[in-house]
């Protein structure tokens, strides 16, 4: 028997997560720059699972309609983060920079996999981490939204 996606197949029709620990980490790599076309297409599964010591890209977009299963082509680099609590983040996540909200996560490209996740981060301020003010050991952090989801 072939395996189904549950995400794929449709079989989800709301957030199944009632609750969640944070999944934080600390900013290893600050990026520089910005791409209008970028090509990115969003994976269909609104999480993933990360684990501590993963290596993962954080990336910018103010595509409103960033979500799983969509392409998004404007973009900004923010950064690498090293993950030290791991768990499981999830389309809806609040995301941080120290304590101050950057956006909300989008989806995830799997472009560079196994080597490094994509996350795709929904923002108002698409500005790349040098011009956000990001530096080396902030904490990243992914928080559950009241209820879950945006």
Do not use: W
């Amino acid at each position: 028997m072939k395996p189904i996606d549950p995400y794929t197949a449709g079989k989800f029709t709301s957030n199944p997560y009632a609750a969640k620990r944070d999944v934080t980490g600390a900013l290893a790599v600050v990026l520089d720059g910005s791409m209008p076309d970028r090509g990115l297409t969003l994976i269909k599964p609104i999480s993933r699972c990360i684990k501590r010591y993963d290596v993962h890209e954080l990336i910018l977009t103010d595509e409103a309609g960033a979500k799983p299963g969509a392409a998004v082509n404007n973009i900004a680099y923010l950064g690498f983060v090293d993950i030290e609590q791991g768990g499981v983040i999830v389309q809806g996540d609040a995301v941080f920079l120290d304590r101050e909200k950057v956006g909300v996560l989008a989806g995830f490209d799997e472009t560079h996999m196994p080597n490094h996740l994509n996350i795709v981060i929904k923002t108002e301020k698409m500005l790349p981490g040098t011009k956000l003010g990001a530096k080396l050991g902030m904490v990243v952090s992914f928080k559950m939204l009241q209820g879950g989801g945006e």
